[in-house]
Every structure is written in C-alpha cells, then in structure tokens.
C-alpha cells in the first residue's frame, strides 16, 4: 500500500509560482509512475503530468505545457510539480497519483491540495 500525501498548494496572484510535493510512504516508489491531476469547481478531475519511474520520460497536458515541470527525487520519495505562469484557470485541488504497474492505471491517490489563483 502506498500512501501519497500532497503539499504546497495555497493562494496566489495570477502571474505568480507555486511547487507542490507529493510524499508517498509505503510501497516501491521508485518503480512508479507518477501523476499530477486537477480538479476544478464543477469540472471533472483532469491529468496534469505524469513522470516515468526514473524521470526520464514526462508528459504535460496541453493546458500546462512549458508553464508547469514535473520531477521526482527517488531518494526523497518525493514528485515535485512546479507551476509558473499561474492564472486563473489554474485554479483547482491537485492530486497525485500513483501507477505502481505501469499500466496507465493510477491505483494510489492523495487527499488534494488546493490552488487559488487570484486575478
């Protein structure tokens, strides 16, 4: 079982910067893929990111493409999510997710972190 636990988010004018942590416990987190998804008022929850077991390889939704980098630090335990550029649209609770079979299937997920982006 592994236990993810995001951090980091908070409110911020548009235009500015946060990075969000998602700390897993439990399981073999370096073998696992890793996702960031968002869910905004009233919206479904949508993929963000993901970063392969190693960080070599990493996907963006189009939404945040060069504003938003995914890493990890496997020594850490810790997926990383920097947002830049931030604007309103952003605005949502962020999860992390974990593959733990690398199948597309996110079988762990955490409890939310929220981001408010003030105009």
């Known amino acids: 079982q592994v236990q993810l636990v995001e951090s980091g988010g908070g409110l911020v004018q548009a235009g500015g910067s946060l990075r969000l942590s998602c700390a897993a416990s439990?399981?073999?987190?370096?073998?696992?893929?890793i996702g960031w998804f968002r869910q905004g008022p009233g919206k479904e929850r949508d993929f963000v990111a993901d970063?392969?077991?190693?960080?070599?390889?990493?996907a963006y939704a189009d939404s945040v493409k060069d504003r938003f980098t995914i890493s990890r630090d496997n020594d850490e335990n810790t997926v990383y999510l920097q947002m830049n550029s931030l604007g309103p649209e952003d605005t949502a609770v962020y999860y992390c997710?974990?593959?733990?079979?690398?199948?597309?299937?996110?079988?762990?997920w955490g409890q939310g972190t929220q981001v408010t982006v003030s105009s």
């Open positions: 970063i392969s077991w190693n960080g070599g390889t990493t």
């Open positions: 439990g399981g073999t987190f370096r073998r696992y893929v």
């Open positions: 997710a974990a593959d733990p079979r690398r199948t597309g299937s996110y079988e762990f």
